[in-house]
C-alpha cells in the first residue's frame, strides 16, 4: 500500500472515529437532559409532598369519627369502630373542628416565619377560642347515644345481673329458674327512668373525653406552627432546590473540545 493510500485510509478512519464521537455526545447530552427533567421531576414531587397536609387531615377526621385501622383485603382500611362509645362527636361538632384547623393546618402556614412568642400567642388564643365554642356547643357537638343504643345498654345489664344471680343461686346450691328471675329484675326498675339515667351517663362519658380532644387537636395545630419556627420549612425547600440545581448543572458542563492536532502532520516528511 502506497503512502497515499496509507494516508486517505488513516483520513477516513479518524472521519469515522470523529462521526462515532459526535453521535456518541449527542446521546450522552440526550440522557444527561432527561436526568435533569427526572430530577426536576423529583424535585417538584418532593415538594408537593412536603407541603401537601390532606393526608394527614384525613387522618385526624378519621380519628376524630373514632374510626380504627383494619385489614380490608389485605390493604390497611379506615373503618368504622364496632363499639358506638367510640364515636364521640356527632357529624356537626367533626365539621366544625376539620372546618377550624383546616384555617391553620394548610402550606401557608408552613411557609410562614413565625418566632417563638408568636407561635406561643397564637396557640393559646387558638386553644382558649376552640374550647370555649366546644363547651358553648356541647349539645351539639357531642354525639348523643341513640334510642337502640340506650335500650341495649339498659339488656346488657340486666344480662349481666341475671348471670350473677344465677351464679350465686348455684354456689348456694338452689334451683335456678332463667325466666324468673329475669322477670324479677325487670319488674324491681322503671325502664323509663333507668333508661334515662344510661343516656346521661353515656353522655358524661363522652364529656369526660373534653380535654383530651382539645389536647389532641391543639397539638395537631402546634406542630404545624413549629414547621414555619424561624421560617425553617421555607428555607429546607429553598436548600434542597439549591443543592439539586447545583447538582444538575455540573451535568450541563461542555463536552471537551477535539484535539486541534493535525493527523496529517504525521505524514509530512521532516
Do not use: C
Not at 455526545?25 to 415538594?47: F, I, K, N, T
Not at 376524630?64 to 367510640?86: F, H, K, Q
Not at 461542555?254 to 509530512?268: A, G
Amino acid at each position: 500500500m502506497t503512502p497515499q493510500e496509507e494516508e486517505a485510509e488513516y483520513l477516513e478512519n479518524q472521519a469515522k472515529q470523529i462521526q462515532a464521537a459526535q453521535a456518541n455526545m449527542g446521546v450522552q447530552q440526550a440522557q444527561q437532559q432527561q436526568q435533569a427533567v427526572a430530577m426536576r421531576q423529583e424535585d417538584v414531587s418532593m415538594v408537593k409532598d412536603q407541603l401537601d397536609l390532606s393526608e394527614e387531615l384525613e387522618r385526624i377526621n378519621n380519628l376524630l369519627r373514632g374510626n380504627v385501622i383494619r385489614e380490608v383485603d389485605g390493604v390497611a382500611t379506615w373503618v368504622a369502630p364496632s363499639d358506638p362509645e367510640m364515636e364521640v362527636l356527632s357529624e356537626y361538632g367533626i365539621h366544625l373542628i376539620m372546618n377550624t384547623i383546616t384555617f391553620y393546618i394548610n402550606k401557608n402556614t408552613l411557609l410562614s416565619n413565625y418566632d417563638e412568642q408568636t407561635i406561643n400567642d397564637k396557640m393559646e388564643d387558638f386553644a382558649g377560642d376552640l374550647a370555649d365554642t366546644i363547651f358553648m356547643e356541647y349539645e351539639k357537638v357531642f354525639q348523643y347515644p341513640s334510642p337502640e343504643q340506650v335500650e341495649a345498654k339498659l339488656l346488657e345489664r340486666l344480662t349481666r345481673k341475671q348471670k350473677e344471680q344465677i351464679s350465686t343461686n348455684k354456689l348456694m346450691g338452689e334451683p335456678s329458674d332463667e325466666k324468673q328471675i329475669w322477670k324479677n329484675l325487670v319488674l324491681e326498675i322503671n325502664p323509663t327512668v333507668e333508661k334515662l339515667k344510661i343516656k346521661e351517663q353515656l353522655i358524661k362519658n363522652k364529656l369526660k373525653r373534653f380535654m383530651l380532644l382539645i389536647r389532641v387537636v391543639q397539638d395537631a395545630v402546634h406542630s404545624t406552627y413549629l414547621r414555619a419556627w424561624k421560617g425553617q420549612e421555607r428555607t429546607t425547600l429553598r436548600q434542597h432546590i439549591h443543592i439539586s440545581e447545583s447538582r444538575g448543572g455540573n451535568q450541563y458542563q461542555q463536552p471537551s473540545q477535539p484535539s486541534r492536532i493535525n493527523p496529517l502532520n504525521f505524514f509530512r516528511p521532516k
